[in-house]
């Protein structure tokens, strides 16, 4: 129907979450339509993103180099860590101005269903630091802040026991709504739940 580069976009739109053939073909055109230099910058941020984006060395939160942003900032309180299922989740806890603390991103949630298991998320990693080998002071508080979902509510619990008795386990308050995820929480309401954490 499409000449082959053009039907390649849609294809390739349309593998983008939540962009049905309708809109991927809404977009395409949209972008033959835009300057040569739009669609090239959007090309471009595009492969900038995969080329020059990895994962923090310490706590697998994006970053441009071998530790992010947070990781390297002497201000943020190296004894209070934040566990987070996703990148994405570090971005709505900053937004509350509540966490002064660093973070973990676990890379997931447990969910058996779907074949992931603790040795699929970066939980081992989480353990180390909690408990560093030689240098390093030990963790104050771990603040568990995975999803108020049923996977991310196991994933909590399994990281509480395997931490118990080693270091304060707190988890977000109720309040958010349950089985939303945090990135679509609003910061007033996370703010609050951070604010109101409870020790498991
Ligand atoms: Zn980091």
């Not at 989740?89 to 890379?107: A, M, S």
């Amino acid at each position: 129907m499409y000449a082959p580069p053009v039907q390649r976009l849609i294809t390739e739109l349309g593998k983008l979450p939540g962009i049905g053939q309708r809109t991927a073909q809404r977009l395409a055109f949209h972008i033959l339509r835009s300057d040569t230099e739009d669609a090239t910058a959007l090309a471009d941020a595009i492969r900038e993103v995969k080329e020059r984006i990895g994962l923090c060395q310490v706590c697998f939160n994006l970053a441009d180099s071998e530790r992010c942003r947070i990781c390297t900032d002497e201000r943020r309180e190296p004894a209070i860590v934040c566990v987070v299922e996703e990148p994405s989740d570090v971005i709505p806890v900053e937004r509350t101005h509540e966490f002064h603390g660093r973070y973990h991103v676990l890379g997931g949630a447990l969910s058996p269903i779907d074949g992931i298991d603790p040795e699929d998320l970066k939980i081992a990693e989480l353990l180390a630091r909690v408990r560093p080998a030689g240098e390093g002071a030990p963790m104050r508080e771990v603040v568990l802040a995975t999803n108020p979902t049923t996977t991310g509510e196991a994933t909590a619990l399994h990281i509480a026991e395997l931490l118990r008795g080693t270091v304060t386990v707190t988890r977000l308050a109720s309040g958010l709504p349950v089985g939303a995820d945090l990135e679509h929480a609003d910061e007033v309401t996370l703010g609050k739940a951070l604010a109101g954490r409870r020790a498991l």
